[in-house]
T-cell receptor
Framework: AQSVTQLDSHVSVSEGTPVLLRCNYS??????LFWYVQHPNKGLQLLLK??????LVKGINGFEAEFKKSETSFHLTKPSAHMSDAAEYFC??????????FGTGTRLKVLA | GAGVSQSPSNKVTEKGKDVELRCDPI?????LYWYRQSLGQGLEFLIY????????KSGLPSDRFSAERTGGSVSTLTIQRTQQEDSAVYLC??????????????????FGAGSRLTVL
């Protein structure tokens, strides 16, 4: 069975410092992995997607994530946080069927 | 349309009333999903449509919840005799499945902005 764990419910960083949002997954097959971002009162927006091509995936707004099979991780990073990055981030796993398993989310706070 | 549209964006209702939430997916997207997002929680799967059929409605919390999709497009989620625990944001998403069954990666879900339901 597939599952996903976001290791931090809240992360605070100062503007201009690196961002690391951690995600571990469990899957019996080669999974697809996604990161979505949700700004207040908005729907979820796709940041990036991994589907067994390059293990380092680049997304929008300077975010990237690295798929590490040995660690079953798919952590999201950004070299320099911006105030507009403050939002909730969801890690999602899918085994290619219609089922998508969402993590419980990490709320990112960016301090001026 | 250009994106997934949901209406109403906000709904306040009294306990015991029925509500209908509407989702208009991206044109041509055959797959449609309903999720529920409660405060501080992740997304809870409710139901999945492929065309007008619902192969998986296992996430519907009770028989007070129902959903339909017509013309392979618009979907309506109906909650009868609302309860306070139904208060949540209801999110709709759609996707366009690729042809062929060889795994080429799961499809990207495109979400609407959600319908926030408050039951007093």
């Amino acid at each position: 069975a597939q599952s996903v764990t976001q290791l931090d419910s809240h992360v605070s960083v100062s503007e201009g410092t690196p961002v690391l949002l951690r995600c571990n997954y469990s899957s019996s097959y080669s999974p697809s992995l996604f990161w979505y971002v949700q700004h207040p009162n908005k729907g979820l927006q796709l940041l990036l997607k991994y589907t067994s091509a390059a293990t380092l995936v680049k997304g929008i707004n300077g975010f990237e994530a690295e798929f590490k099979k040995s660690e079953t991780s798919f952590h999201l990073t950004k070299p320099s946080a911006h105030m507009s990055d403050a939002a909730e981030y969801f890690c999602v796993v899918s085994e290619g069927t219609y089922k998508y398993i969402f993590g419980t989310g990490t709320r990112l706070k960016v301090l001026a | 349309g250009a994106g997934v549209s949901q209406s109403p964006s906000n709904k306040v209702t009294e306990k015991g009333k029925d509500v209908e939430l509407r989702c208009d997916p991206i044109s041509g997207h055959t797959a449609l999903y309903w999720y529920r997002q409660s405060l501080g929680q992740g997304l809870e799967f409710l139901i999945y449509f492929q065309g007008n059929s619902a192969p998986d409605k296992s996430g519907l919390p009770s028989d007070r919840f129902s959903a339909e999709r017509t013309g392979g497009s618009v979907s309506t989620l109906t909650i009868q005799r609302t309860q306070q625990e139904d208060s949540a944001v209801y999110l709709c998403a759609s996707s366009f499945p690729r042809s062929g069954q060889l795994f080429s990666g799961a499809n990207v879900l495109t979400f609407g902005a959600g319908s926030r339901l408050t039951v007093l």
